[in-house]
């Protein structure tokens, strides 16, 4: 078999690759065996090693204590709606696209106050150590576990009002524009920042998913007359699901 100029390994997994995409080699499937990938491209054990463990780094694959290394189901993304902040809608958008729709999410939360690191402190503008309310939010679809949100808000600005907590009090889970609002800070620009990185082991325990999976991140930030006051890590499966935004024309 005749290859470009590429390392054999990434030749061999791209191969294997483009079988399992194609569906040559369906869900499920085993993969060559290590004898048979060095047989059938001519290469090295060490060169058909580390093209599986290529296959199995991209989620492609995964292996099978005692039975070998079989390809993975792969998963219809689903779509993640991002309509940035709703300031007449009363909900959070998550909530408001659960009411909307057919929508079966639900959600848990818990908040604490905490100290903010050198990163948060940087996002919100304050010094870091300074008190902030950290509230973490896990979000199901059908009792499936699709996103991870921790948030942190200045106590310099909530705190002693009665928003202080996001999830509790008169207008707990109604988002941070309608909380602000109540204390007369009227938030005016939110900016949210797309990344993607291996999953922490934390998060993958929780959202599902093996070591080397990626995760979208969104760093959200509220801000009201050019100062923070709220900044959010959302953290969603790559594999699972797609962002989408809609957002207004002006």
């Given at each position: 078999?005749?290859?470009?100029?590429?390392?054999?390994?990434?030749?061999?997994?791209?191969?294997?690759?483009?079988?399992?995409?194609?569906?040559?080699?369906?869900?499920?499937?085993?993969?060559?065996?290590?004898?048979?990938?060095?047989?059938?491209?001519?290469?090295?054990?060490?060169?058909?090693?580390?093209?599986?463990?290529?296959?199995?780094?991209?989620?492609?694959?995964?292996?099978?204590?005692?039975?070998?290394?079989?390809?993975?189901?792969?998963?219809?993304?689903?779509?993640?709606?991002?309509?940035?902040?709703?300031?007449?809608?009363?909900?959070?958008?998550?909530?408001?696209?659960?009411?909307?729709?057919?929508?079966?999410?639900?959600?848990?939360?818990?908040?604490?106050?905490?100290?903010?690191?050198?990163?948060?402190?940087?996002?919100?503008?304050?010094?870091?150590?300074?008190?902030?309310?950290?509230?973490?939010?896990?979000?199901?679809?059908?009792?499936?576990?699709?996103?991870?949100?921790?948030?942190?808000?200045?106590?310099?600005?909530?705190?002693?009002?009665?928003?202080?907590?996001?999830?509790?009090?008169?207008?707990?889970?109604?988002?941070?524009?309608?909380?602000?609002?109540?204390?007369?800070?009227?938030?005016?620009?939110?900016?949210?920042?797309?990344?993607?990185?291996?999953?922490?082991?934390?998060?993958?325990?929780?959202?599902?998913?093996?070591?080397?999976?990626?995760?979208?991140?969104?760093?959200?930030?509220?801000?009201?007359?050019?100062?923070?006051?709220?900044?959010?890590?959302?953290?969603?499966?790559?594999?699972?699901?797609?962002?989408a935004y809609h957002l207004p024309v002006k």
């Open positions: 078999m005749t290859f470009g100029e590429q390392p054999a390994y990434l030749r061999v997994a791209g191969d294997l690759r483009k079988k399992i995409v194609d569906g040559q080699l369906p869900p499920h499937t085993r993969l060559p065996s290590q004898a048979r990938i060095r047989q059938e491209y001519g290469v090295s054990d060490t060169v058909a090693l580390e093209a599986r463990k290529v296959l199995m780094a991209e989620g492609l694959v995964e292996g099978r204590s005692g039975s070998g290394t079989y390809v993975r189901e792969r998963p219809v993304p689903r779509r993640i709606a991002r309509s940035g902040y709703r300031p007449t809608g009363g909900a959070t958008p998550f909530r408001q696209e659960q009411a909307d729709g057919e929508g079966r999410g639900t959600w848990e939360s818990g908040s604490e106050q905490s100290e903010a690191s050198v990163a948060v402190a940087e996002r919100l503008g304050i010094e870091p150590g300074e008190r902030v309310m950290c509230t973490r939010y896990l979000y199901r679809e059908g009792g499936e576990a699709m996103m991870l949100s921790t948030s942190w808000e200045p106590l310099a600005v909530t705190g002693r009002t009665p928003v202080m907590l996001p999830e509790e009090g008169p207008l707990g889970g109604m988002g941070v524009v309608e909380r602000m609002r109540a204390i007369d800070v009227i938030v005016d620009n939110v900016t949210e920042e797309v990344g993607a990185r291996p999953g922490l082991a934390e998060e993958l325990l929780v959202l599902g998913g093996v070591p080397g999976h990626v995760v979208l991140v969104i760093q959200r930030t509220f801000y009201a007359s050019g100062r923070a006051v709220e900044t959010a890590d959302v953290v969603i499966p790559a594999d699972r699901y797609r962002v």
